[in-house]
């Protein structure tokens, strides 16, 4: 259990470092395009094995995003993710705050989708 909690907190700040050398002005454009083509399949109903196929339709976001952002972060500048690993590491500690702020938001958007779906078949 213990090997699976570092693990994920590794994985949050990859993701952290991912984010900001999205937005660092010394990443090349090329890769920037990469991490965004990487963030879009995640959150795309598109993929490569559909969602509704059991275990393999997850498996490939569990699988694919994270090598694909791994490769990306490898071939990034040096300076660059250097720069991204301080950034990320000043702000690790508000990461369980913007996961719950996520969830609420995800929470509430899911809310007012059904409700709205709901008015427009039932009105």
Do not use: Q
Request: charged content about 20%; glycine content about 4%; proline content about 6%.
């Amino acid at each position: 259990m213990k090997r699976l909690i570092t693990l994920f907190n590794l994985v949050r700040k990859d993701v952290l470092v991912i984010l900001f050398a999205l937005i660092n002005s010394r990443t090349p454009k090329a890769f920037r395009a990469a991490i965004v083509a990487v963030l879009l399949y995640l959150v795309s109903p598109v993929d490569i094995l559909p969602d509704y196929i059991p275990f393999a339709g997850l498996l490939d976001d569990m699988v694919l995003v994270p090598s694909l952002l791994a490769a990306i972060r490898k071939a990034l500048p040096e300076e660059v993710v250097e720069s991204a690993e301080h950034k990320a590491g000043r702000y690790s500690k508000y990461l369980p705050i913007l996961g719950i702020a996520a969830t609420v938001l995800l929470v509430l958007w899911t809310i007012i989708v059904i409700v709205g779906v709901y008015k427009l078949i039932f009105s």
